[in-house]
């Protein structure tokens, strides 16, 4: 499974990104899809994930400003991102599991390269 994501880059506090994953390859292994992201010295973290069902689950500290969303029938991902902070600067990773729904917390399967998020005026 190949992962290719697109769409960061340098916005404003307060503005809004949104970042697209394409999958290819053997796609039926896919099942649960997610985001993630590391900043500069810190653990990668988990920011949202979803499963074919389309049952969503958030970090925390993005709850009500990111919204992630799928598209079965084309193998996207997508993550809306809106009201940015400054904390939100990462690179973000794309990535998917053919774990069952329950297990997909212990650790993804396959992996994009990083889009850099930037927010800062």
């Known amino acids: 499974v190949q992962l290719q994501a697109s769409g960061g880059g340098l916005v404003q506090p307060g503005g809004s990104l949104r970042l697209s994953c394409a999958a290819s390859g053997s796609i039926f292994r896919v099942n649960v899809m997610g985001w993630y992201r590391q900043a500069p010295g810190k653990q990668r973290e988990l920011v949202a994930a979803?499963?074919?069902?389309?049952?969503?689950n958030y970090a925390d500290s993005v709850k009500g400003r990111f919204t992630i969303s799928r598209d079965n029938a084309k193998n996207t991902v997508h993550l809306q991102m809106s009201s940015l902070k400054p904390e939100d600067t990462a690179v973000y990773y794309c990535?998917?599991?053919?774990?069952?729904?329950?297990?997909?917390?212990?650790?993804?399967?396959?992996w994009g390269k990083g889009t850099q998020v930037t927010v800062s005026s």
């Open positions: 990535a998917a599991t053919y774990k069952v729904e329950s297990d997909y917390t212990k650790g993804m399967d396959y």
């Open positions: 979803i499963t074919p069902g389309i049952i969503t």
